[in-house]
Structure formats: structure tokens, C-alpha cells
């Protein structure tokens, strides 16, 4: 396939003045955690070199009850039918006690989850990225991500940390060739229309074949 795509946004939260970017929110469930915007916690995102990212620390705060969702602004992606999102993060669970998640939003209410962990990631942290698609969705002109994050508090139960967050879309594709050609198992590649096999040795380079 060759995509063509649109890209919604990104966001390295390397904006000054404000504790998070423009259109971004916390919901707060229960307890008394948040998400905040700095470069002060321990488990920094992956690839993190400098700079700001946002985070929701229990590791810093660990009196705080942390049952947190960082939202992203809304997006209008109608017409979209594969939406990709990509992020560095780092959850990291300490005492066994936390949990975090990243989930799509639609109207205003939770539809699918594209991540979720009661468990560490790596040391250092892993690069998301997830496809999904809005078309499906209750209403696609109203898509939201949500970074979720929870902990029963009172201890040192690390983090979620989160930084450069892109949303891209596909707003067409070109399905170049699925193979099915009719004749089977064994039609020899040149034998594709537009299709060239420039043979290179003795033995035949390119067949179509079934492995069903």
C-alpha cells in the first residue's frame, strides 16, 4: 500500500507558561494525583536527551492517591479510516499497585484501549505506536486520547511518563497488488499485469505462492 497521510498534530509539551499545552486536561476519578509538565521525573520517557515531558509521578508525590487521565484535544477524524498514534513513555510499577493505560475516546466516552499495563516497560522506557480506526467509532468527529494513570499511594510506586505524542492519519490508499492473481499457486511474477521478474541466476526469483 502507498498512504497518503494527515498529519493531526504533535506534541513534545515544550511549551512555557502553561502546567499543560493548549487544549489539554486532566480528569481527576478519585485520590489526589495529576499529570503535570517538567523534566523532574525519575523515569523519563524513551529516548529522553532534554526538555520538558509530561508525567504523572508517584515517585515524587507519594502521599497522592493518583486515578489520573491526561486528555489530548478533541480531533475531527471523519473521513479517517486508520489514525495512527505514536509516544515515547515509561510506566514503571514499584509496588505492584499501579496501572497505566492509553485509550481512545469517542464523544466524549471510552471505546477502545490501545495499551494497557500493571507491569514495568522496559528500563528506559518504549516508543508507542498504535493504529486504529475512527470511521467505526461513535462519532469520528470527535476523537480523543486519554494517558491514564493509578496507584493506591502512600509509597514510592514510580511513574507514567509521556512525551512527543503524534496523531497522523490516512487519507487515502492505493492497494498496489494482493497477489490473488487467478492463476494460482505458481504464476510466475511477470505474469502479473505491469509486473516485471528480471531474472538474475539460473533459478526462477519471484513466484506467487500459497502456503495455505
Same mark, same amino acid.
Given at each position: 500500500?502507498?498512504?497518503v497521510?494527515?498529519?493531526?498534530?504533535?506534541?513534545?509539551?515544550?511549551?512555557?507558561?502553561?502546567?499543560?499545552?493548549?487544549?489539554?486536561?486532566?480528569?481527576?476519578?478519585?485520590?489526589?494525583?495529576?499529570?503535570?509538565?517538567g523534566?523532574?521525573?525519575?523515569?523519563?520517557? #524513551?529516548? +529522553?536527551?532534554?526538555?520538558?515531558?509530561?508525567?504523572?509521578?508517584?515517585d515524587? #508525590?507519594?502521599?497522592? &492517591?493518583?486515578? &489520573?487521565?491526561?486528555?489530548?484535544?478533541?480531533?475531527?477524524?471523519?473521513?479517517?479510516?486508520?489514525?495512527?498514534?505514536?509516544?515515547?513513555?515509561?510506566?514503571?510499577?514499584?509496588a505492584?499497585?499501579?496501572?497505566?493505560?492509553?485509550? &481512545?475516546?469517542?464523544?466524549?466516552?471510552?471505546?477502545?484501549?490501545?495499551?494497557y499495563?500493571?507491569?514495568?516497560?522496559? +528500563?528506559?522506557g %518504549?516508543?508507542?505506536?498504535?493504529?486504529?480506526?475512527?470511521?467505526?467509532?461513535?462519532?469520528?468527529?470527535? %476523537?480523543?486520547?486519554?494517558?491514564?494513570?493509578?496507584t493506591?499511594?502512600?509509597? #514510592?510506586?514510580?511513574?507514567?511518563?509521556?512525551?512527543? &505524542?503524534?496523531?497522523y492519519?490516512?487519507?487515502? #490508499?492505493?492497494?498496489?497488488?494482493?497477489?490473488?492473481g487467478?492463476?494460482?499457486?505458481?504464476?510466475?511474477?511477470?505474469?502479473?499485469?505491469?509486473?516485471?521478474?528480471v531474472q538474475?541466476?539460473?533459478?526462477?526469483?519471484?513466484?506467487?505462492?500459497?502456503?495455505?
Amino acid at each position: 500500500e502507498m498512504l497518503v497521510g494527515d498529519d493531526l498534530g504533535i506534541e513534545s509539551f515544550e511549551q512555557t507558561g502553561a502546567p499543560l499545552p493548549d487544549g489539554w486536561y486532566t480528569v481527576q476519578y478519585s485520590g489526589t494525583g495529576d499529570w503535570t509538565v517538567g523534566d523532574e521525573c525519575y523515569y523519563k520517557p #524513551y529516548g +529522553y536527551v532534554s526538555g520538558l515531558f509530561a508525567s504523572a509521578d508517584s515517585d515524587t #508525590y507519594t502521599t497522592d &492517591v493518583f486515578d &489520573v487521565g491526561l486528555f489530548t484535544p478533541s480531533f475531527d477524524m471523519t473521513g479517517e479510516t486508520a489514525v495512527t498514534i505514536e509516544c515515547d513513555g515509561n510506566h514503571q510499577d514499584f509496588a505492584g499497585d499501579g496501572a497505566a493505560e492509553i485509550a &481512545v475516546y469517542s464523544g466524549g466516552v471510552y471505546q477502545l484501549s490501545l495499551y494497557y499495563t500493571t507491569t514495568d516497560d522496559p +528500563y528506559g522506557g %518504549i516508543h508507542h505506536m498504535y493504529t486504529f480506526d475512527p470511521s467505526i467509532l461513535p462519532d469520528p468527529s470527535d %476523537i480523543q486520547i486519554e494517558f491514564w494513570y493509578s496507584t493506591e499511594g502512600g509509597t #514510592y510506586a514510580w511513574s507514567f511518563a509521556i512525551d512527543n &505524542v503524534e496523531l497522523y492519519g490516512i487519507s487515502s #490508499y492505493i492497494l498496489l497488488e494482493d497477489f490473488e492473481g487467478t492463476g494460482g499457486a505458481g504464476l510466475a511474477w511477470c505474469d502479473l499485469p505491469g509486473w516485471t521478474d528480471v531474472q538474475t541466476s539460473i533459478w526462477d526469483n519471484w513466484t506467487q505462492y500459497d502456503d495455505g
